[in-house]
């Protein structure tokens, strides 16, 4: 599979990744939190400006014929890659946290109290504080899955608690955590959503860079996701839903092009995906997003999900000769996606960080918006590196070679030794 | 700009020994910061005695610089006076904001000026001001009178 | 003053204006709905994803460091460019449109049942529609200035009828009008506004892009505007509020960034700007908004201001004499920004502006997103003609005679003498 | 393609002069149709007497294209079974949205084919459906037994 795969050929398209910092060369082991971007996207957008900007859907010359084929285009898109039937199911939102808060806000018109929204203990911040506040709006209560030792989500501990029930309305899950690297059987929760009458929203942020993504093979009624994390532009994101949910959903923002009649007296509203978006949309960030699918469509998500797996187990073997070093979620790469956190004995995360970068290796340290998930675990925050379709096994030897070097330089080994291990 | 000189000796000193660490009575008020971006989270206690600062206490959470800039920070406004401890305060934070331009003097600041160098690395520049803030936020309300968190 | 303004070595600088549309050069008067982009502000977004691109704030190391240092930039320079005394009261969002929304949900917060918003009847949808979702979630009631018969508002009418008034809380009024081109007197609405203690809020979409700014001068006490019509990218607004008012207000979307501390069991938030920034901001775009504030204020807001008006004055003089041509608003380039809205007698403006098209002149045709205003002027649509910084007289001159070839078209007047007038 | 071949000389007739325009009584359903880009409006009835369309009237603000292509679908229909208009519509529809690759029987379409040229811009697309998608809502509301509208 990793034969096929000429990562040599794709760091090329990343102008970015021949980058030096200081004597050393770039290596990003943070595309859970950003990718880079190829030059196709880049030239795409910029072609876009140049010489095909208008306004969609209400310019009709030629220049708005243009822009909105451009940017419908990238919706239709955008619907095929992630397998909906229909390009009206793909609404275009800034990011991945307006598209669950877009969730939040609709879904939450249905909730009263004594209702239930079931989230989990991993999730992003995103997945947390929307539902949080449309609780607080309609008075319903906010629960959540827990997770087993070994960092998977705890579905027997539900099914005991009986915390998907008759009072259930909404399941909000992430498909792959951003902190632990879990795959979570989505189509299960689904499946025991489904059961109780309850909708079943993914956030998909994480997953669809890394994974084939078919909304049927999920199971779920609504997915989120953002175009920064998949080679795509920032401004952004994707809240795909079946057509019969959103045609029940009532408005969330207001303004231009997602009216059908405005009346100083009340307004009716356009159908989906209109009803959703409200304003000038992000008509270059679709057409850069556009490009993206097609850049990894191209390499294909199967084998891009090869690689990640490969270079992930190939990191976790690495990182366990790290003196000091544990890994929070699974130490081994199966249902597991290419983010490792981690925590080096009695070095904070900001100086791990810190040493990292002055080698060049780029890495997070800190809670990664997922603050419950880090009290859970009981550290107050972490490191993390993850790797991405650029990535190659040099430069996980840089960053296992980095590691040993902090930790010998924090414990004072380095001073009096002179040497690392 | 090396990370060696961000990581002086006497920081990672204080890092490993820190000094004036654990809560201690008696006080006059406690504080608890945070740092959202990180999580590092600091309590810190000051008791005043006729204008002089007779304890800095705390319990502290964070990186190396955080925890080394709070105890060189204990260190030097213990026995001094309110006033002079807002002083200090004053003049790190221009020197720590001064992306490097702005140098401290020795006399006053002991160990402090170890601290130079994180200037120069924007990111880490709320680390080495949470005790420091904390530490004033607590003076201001000893002055104001202000004896419980509100 | 136009002597100086040398609109040739501007117009080099965009090059989409190069175009061709069929045989005819591209003669693009749509700015009010979108403005072209110069080469600097597309640029800056290839160099930012190319050599600096990060995720911002989490990210620490050095790409994260150059990325911040880009965004916060962007954010002290929308600060000076419209006079606020702090960046932290720039809050970014995706365009005006949600920044109205962000207006609306977090004043929307104190409203109840007896008070009373007031905006007007010339409003763009997006200043509308969001204020009517949150008076029906409040119980709130929405009322509004009429225009007088030369379209500019209805002050007296409005002081005679108590408009605002000790129930007032909110007043939210677009500076310009981009329908009529009406600049409205907001200093002295805001004034009415804050001698009965409501908040003003001000829509600058057409203002800031075409008048000099400053909030203070305004005497509002928020201001929306958007990217995308100042030469920007799109996926990017800002909502501006004195930082008073911001601290006092709740959140708006929930998610990452937005936080101080999250427990599965409740959150606290972030102080302004951060807390109404949920998720990955629209980075790329903040450079790109960066970049085109330098490229306008290079040429100056005062010098754009004046080509502008000395364009609109030549264009209202020569669309003066084409047959059964009517403008909407006034008629005079007397407190008036760039958009001239007009009908041609018998002729549908989806017509009009096909035949336009047909001759590269880009127009709009349609209710521009303010339909009570359009039934206000008892038309059911228009056409709207709009300038910008990088139009010529000669742009002007092919507008009058493709009008005039148009109404000659649909009389029939073409056929029968082969000649327009 | 041309403005002109958007704008044949038929069209522009129909524009002028429509045919079966002004709302008439008897009608078994009437509906109302907007187009929400730009504000168009059409109200449309229909008449149904033994399963033949004995009338369709309306009354319509609205571009060229929308108006004209009303006042066609009206003199095609009218007279016909039900079944046979709804075909009609897929055809007109299938044509319309074929991006100039679909082309009508002239036979069955007679003045209809005049709007071969509007699937070349498909921003007129919505204009040209407008009153046949208004006729296809009516008369399957008919059909269904509903007498009013919604
Ligand atoms: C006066 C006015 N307000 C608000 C808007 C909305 O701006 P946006 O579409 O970028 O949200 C526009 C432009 O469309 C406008 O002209
Ligand atoms: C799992 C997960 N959910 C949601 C988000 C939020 O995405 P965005 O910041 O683009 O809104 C992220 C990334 O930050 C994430 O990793």
């Avoid at chain 1, 209702?115 to 929307?130: G, L, R, T, Y």
């Avoid at chain 1, 399941?171 to 059961?195: C, E, F, I």
């Avoid at chain 1, 090869?306 to 929070?328: C, F, K, N, P, Q």
Wanted: hydrophobic share 40%; glycine share 10%; proline share 4%.
């Amino acid at each position: 599979m990793s034969d096929l795969y000429d990562v040599e050929a794709v760091r090329r398209e990343f102008p970015i990744l021949a980058r030096q910092i200081g004597a050393y060369p770039l290596t990003y082991l943070d595309s859970a939190n950003t990718s880079q971007k190829p030059q196709a996207v880049v030239d795409a957008i910029a072609d876009h400006y140049l010489s095909h900007n208008a306004n969609v859907a209400r310019a009709m010359h030629v220049l708005g014929a243009e822009a909105t084929a451009a940017f419908e285009g990238a919706r239709t898109a955008v619907a095929d890659f992630i397998g909906a039937s229909r390009s009206e199911e793909v609404v275009f939102t800034k990011n991945a946290s307006e598209a669950l808060n877009l969730a939040a806000h609709t879904l939450g018109s249905r909730l009263g109290p004594g209702d239930e929204v079931v989230v989990s203990v991993m999730e992003h911040h995103s997945n947390i504080v929307p539902w949080q506040l449309a609780c607080e709006r309609t008075g319903a209560t906010l629960r959540w899955f827990d997770i087993t030792d070994e960092g998977r989500l705890d579905i027997e501990g539900a099914v005991r608690d009986g915390l998907i029930n008759s009072r259930t309305k909404v399941v909000s899950l992430t498909w792959v955590s951003n902190v632990l690297g879990t795959v979570n059987p989505v189509a299960q929760v689904a499946a025991m959503a489904h059961s109780v009458g309850a909708v079943m929203v993914v956030d998909g942020s994480q997953g669809v860079p890394q994974l084939p993504t078919d909304v049927a093979d999920l199971g779920c009624d609504m997915l989120a996701f953002t175009g920064h994390k998949i080679c795509g532009p920032t401004g952004i994101g994707v809240l795909w839903g079946s057509y019969d949910l959103l045609e029940s959903l009532p408005p969330f923002l207001g303004g231009g092009e997602m009216i059908e009649v405005v009346r100083m007296t009340g307004s009716t509203y356009a159908p989906p995906p209109y009803r959703f978006e409200a304003g000038t949309q992000p008509i270059a960030q679709a057409v850069g997003l556009h490009a993206a699918i097609r850049y990894v469509s191209a390499l294909g998500m199967d084998q891009i999900a090869a690689h990640e797996h490969d270079l992930t187990a190939y990191a976790l073997e690495g990182m366990s000769h790290v003196r000091g070093l544990r890994i929070l979620g699974p130490t081994e790469a199966v249902d597991r996606g290419g983010a490792i956190s981690f925590t080096l004995d009695g070095v904070h995360p900001h100086d791990v960080m810190q040493l990292l970068d002055s080698r060049g290796v780029a890495i997070r340290g800190g809670h990664h918006c997922a603050r419950p998930l880090h009290d859970r675990l009981g550290v107050q925050s972490s490191c993390r590196a993850s790797v991405y379709l650029y990535t190659t096994h040099d430069e996980i030897d840089r960053l296992v070679e980095a590691l040993d070097y902090t930790g010998a330089f924090f414990s004072g080994r380095l001073a009096t030794t002179g040497g690392v291990r | 700009m090396s990370v060696e000189q961000l990581y002086q000796e006497i920081i990672l000193d204080h890092y490993r020994v820190k000094r004036n660490a654990g809560l201690r009575d008696p006080y006059d008020v406690e504080v608890h910061h945070v740092n959202p971006s990180c999580g590092d989270e600091l309590t810190l206690r000051v008791d005043v005695v006729d204008g002089t600062i007779s304890d800095v206490s705390y319990d502290a959470q964070g990186c190396s610089i955080s925890q080394a800039s709070t105890s060189v920070m204990s260190d030097l406004v213990i026995g001094g006076s309110s006033e002079h401890a807002l002083e200090l305060f004053d003049g790190f934070q221009r020197m720590i904001q001064g992306q490097g331009k702005v140098s401290l003097d020795e006399e006053t600041y002991g160990d402090a000026v170890a601290f130079e160098g994180v200037a120069q690395f924007p990111a880490r520049v709320k680390c080495a001001m949470l005790g420091w803030s904390a530490m004033r936020d607590a003076l201001l309300r000893v002055q104001a009178g202000v004896k419980e968190e509100s």
